[in-house]
């Protein structure tokens, strides 16, 4: 799922005159020594990351990034005694940044698909982006939701699948904003997102509605395997792919990754997406 957000950030850039907004932090201490020494990135002495602001997945407050993948990126940064430089753009320019090497990596959610593996170098998976149902009484199966008015948003995995389990009382919608609107004013019975996404519009609206990962449903390819995050690269940096992956696996072991999730609003079992599996 790629979702369909439109965001701002307090330093859109042209590709054409990509500058650094700043690091996130003052710097590794001198005497750092780096997990994986002698790494070249674009920039010598940062991590340079091209993003935009999604939260819970990525947070922007000025030079600082937080969420999921900011905190991530921040403890693989500090691994390698880098500075965490942060490039926010509009959401089409973000992973092109990456590809033109402009940034060393690519934040925001991006799913590892088949197209991407054909022209990028995709670092992960990260983390599972679990399929939620949201509502008032806790639904957890796509089978209680029978006859009932469900949303998703365009763009979305499930969107067809879903089509034909709910036919006319499936509603879709051009923003998750509009989504959880209509959940709000009980327009609708049920909402269908990510579980991150559905924990943070449910923490702005006060905590009201129930959020429950969806059971699975061979209907529903996402129940069964939810689509897995990466950090889309340049083709080439074959040592940078490679501190980045072990890093992350650094962080699933330490049990560290499952409190990022648990930190942010999502299932800490979404830590551990399993093999690499290219959707497309």
Known sequence: MRKIVTTTAGCVLALSALTACGSGSDGPDSDCEPAHPDLKTVTNGALTVSTYNFPPFVMLDGTEMSGVEGDILNEIAEMECLN???Q???????IPAAQNRRTDLAAGDWYCTKDRSEVLTLAGPVYGDQIAIISDDGASTFEALQGRTVGTVEGYLWNDELQVIYGSNLKVYPTPAAEYADLQSGRLDAAIDSFGSASYANEQNGGSWKIELAEADPRVGSSNDPGQVCFPMANGNESL???INENIISLRESGRLAEIMEENGLDPSAA?????NLIG
């Open 84 to 86: 965490l430089t942060v």
């Open 241 to 243: 792919l490679t501190a």
């Open 88 to 94: 926010p753009l509009d959401t089409g320019s973000v």
């Open 272 to 276: 551990d997406p399993g093999p690499l």
